[in-house]
Every structure is written in C-alpha cells, then in structure tokens.
C-alpha cells in the first residue's frame, strides 16, 4: 500500500513544469522532456550506448502546451538526431555542444513547423551518460 502511494505521488510529480524567477523580475519555465533518452549510436561494430536528460527553457507559460501537445513529434526527431551521433563526437566537450545547438534547432523546428513560433529559449542536458 505505501509503494503505491508513493509511486503515485512520483507520477504525479514527474514532467511538471517549474518556475523560476529571473532577478529583473521575469519568469523562466523550465521543461523537463521525461522520460530520459537512451539511444544507441555509433554505427557497425560493438553496441554502444548513451542515456542523456533534456530540459528546456520556454518563455511564456502557454508554450507549455505546444511543447507538451507535439512531444511525440519533438521525442522521435530527437531520437533520430541523437542516434546519428559518431563516438568522436560524443567524447569531446566540443561535440557535445554541437549536438545541444542541434538539439535545440530540432525542437525549434519541430514548434515551428507544428506551432507557427518558437517558443524554446534554450535546450540544457541535465545529465549524460555514455557507454562504449
């Protein structure tokens, strides 16, 4: 009964939407795209894979929506990026954020497509996990 509960109360929690206040007084809205990505990547040979969270930064409250009414779109084209991904790439700080400049392009283009505007400020990986 109490693991029940508690996983309730987990799911309940999971993907909602938090506030933050800028110090000049505006409001950021951060995204959690949940679940975390885990993606194979790297081509022929031996099986490699990466786990990564995504958040992303919106810049009004009704962007919430847009993003949480085309994740299906925004999951699959992010899915497709990631697993494109070579391992020298992957292994430099560099490389790593190329892939979060592409990731951030593709989730502008997916609103923009779908939406008519770009609502996502910003895309941040909260944590990254590679296995070779």
Known sequence: MK???LMLICLLLIGNP??????????NLYVDLYPAFIVNYGGKG???FFKTDVTVHLNSEGSVDSVEDHL???RNNLV???????EEALMTREGKEQLRQAALETVQAVL?????NVTIDNLLFTS?????
């Open 46 to 48: 031996r099986l490699r």
């Open 18 to 27: 938090v506030w933050a206040e800028d110090p000049q007084g505006v409001d």
């Open 80 to 86: 497709l990026l990631f697993s494109k991904q070579t």
């Open 128 to 132: 990254f996990i590679i296995q070779k």
């Open 72 to 74: 299906p779109f925004i």
């Open 112 to 116: 923009k497509s779908e939406v008519g």
């Open 3 to 5: 693991k029940s509960v």
